[in-house]
Each structure stands twice: as structure tokens, then as C-alpha cells.
């Protein structure tokens, strides 16, 4: 289901989105949402993050919330038995976004699938 978004509000989500996408395991690790993916293997190793345009929900504050998904590989065994499997798990992601300033102020990746 697409939203129906003003000009202004899909500009805001495309901002919104951009900031998401350019998140990195430091920034993960910077906001405390990198121990929860670390603990899943001996060596979890970052892909990337990839906003959803359609989860952003935003108040009349420049207040929004949006759904993420972090895809990982992770890496099992030693060196010379080494065995990797990529997985992805969701995140919720805060934040504020204003005239072309987006901040994003918490991450939260959810696990709970990787132990079911």
C-alpha cells in the first residue's frame, strides 16, 4: 500500500530515507543497536541498512518513526572452518527532520526472530 503524501511530505521522506540508507555499523554502534547483531555470531560483518519509505510516519513536530532493515552476514567457525549465513533483521529508527536537517536520535534492532 503506498501512502498518499503531499510534494513536501514525500520530499521529507526521501531525506528521511537518504539518512537511513547512509547509516553504518559505526553509527549502529554509536546508538547501542550493533551489540544485539554482534552477539548473533563469533563475527557478524555489516551489509547495509535499507529504509522503507512507506513505514515513515511523521508528526506536525518534525518528529518521525521509521521501519529499516539491517541485512548482516554472519560468519561462524574458524578461519579454516569457516561458515557464513546472511540473515536481516528489522529496526525502528526515531528521529527529527527539519528544512533539509534530518536527525536521527535512536535505533532499535529487533532480534527476537534470530532465537525462534
Do not use: C, K
Not at 554482534?38 to 518513526?65: H, K
Amino acid at each position: 500500500m503506498t501512502i498518499a503524501r503531499t510534494t513536501e511530505e514525500r520530499s521529507s521522506v526521501d531525506e528521511i530515507i537518504n539518512e537511513i540508507n547512509a547509516l553504518d555499523q559505526n553509527a549502529l554502534e554509536d546508538f547501542g543497536a550493533w551489540q544485539a547483531l554482534a552477539d548473533l555470531s563469533s563475527r557478524t560483518q555489516f551489509e547495509t541498512v535499507d529504509g522503507d519509505p512507506d513505514s515513515v510516519v511523521m508528526d506536525t513536530e518534525g518528529r518521525f518513526e521509521a521501519i529499516a532493515t539491517v541485512y548482516v552476514t554472519l560468519v561462524y567457525g574458524s578461519s579454516d572452518d569457516e561458515d557464513s549465513i546472511s540473515d536481516e533483521y528489522l529496526a525502528t529508527v526515531r528521529g527529527r527532520s527539519g528544512v533539509g536537517d534530518v536527525t536521527i536520535e535512536s535505533i532499535h534492532v529487533d532480534t527476537r526472530s534470530f532465537y525462534e
